[in-house]
């Protein structure tokens, strides 16, 4: 069991005779934290941590430069996921996105569909606070009970 950590990667280890100092020999970048029960091997005074059993740790991958992933498919997966970034892209030849609930805000945002734009819901409000400005070649609107249109001026024509 992990005791203590210090700067030089090495790592406190509770042992049944005492505590000893292992070095981390783990093939992946894992930091483990205090109370970490991990698989040391040893001679003499030397030990070495070559695995995590039970880890609260985290993994950072740290790349001084560009860092990809190629691969046929690569599945993420996580209680939470928080991507950040100064520019994010994503390019995708069709993109599906699916979630019991969207929240999403913007400072300014601009959307350009080529052909057609559609969107199904069961209801349906929009509130804007300054101008609401539509301009199109055509406009049907179509309703099977009541329309309303509340204004100080309504101009027609």
Not at 28 to 57: M, W
Not at 79 to 87: F, H, M, P, S, V
Not at 101 to 115: F, T
Request: negative net charge; aromatic residues 6%; contains cysteine.
């Amino acid at each position: 069991r992990a005791t203590d950590l210090n700067h030089e990667g090495h790592l406190v280890i509770a042992l049944p005779d005492g505590e000893a100092e292992a070095t981390l020999a783990l093939s992946t970048p894992y930091r483990p934290a205090v109370g970490d029960i991990v698989l040391t091997i040893g001679q003499d005074s030397r030990y070495y941590v070559i695995g995590v059993i039970a880890g609260t740790g985290r993994t950072v991958f740290d790349a001084p430069g560009e860092l990809e992933f190629r691969a046929r498919r690569i599945a993420l997966s996580a209680r939470e996921i928080d991507l950040a970034g100064t520019e994010i892209t994503v390019r995708a030849s069709k993109l599906e996105l699916l979630a019991r609930s969207v929240m999403e805000r913007y400072e300014d945002a601009c959307r350009w569909v080529r052909d057609l734009f559609q969107v199904r819901a069961g209801r349906a409000k929009q509130e804007i606070e300054g101008t609401y400005a539509l301009e199109a070649d055509r406009i049907v609107q179509r309703a099977e009970k009541e329309v309303k249109i509340d204004g100080e001026r309504i101009h027609l024509g």
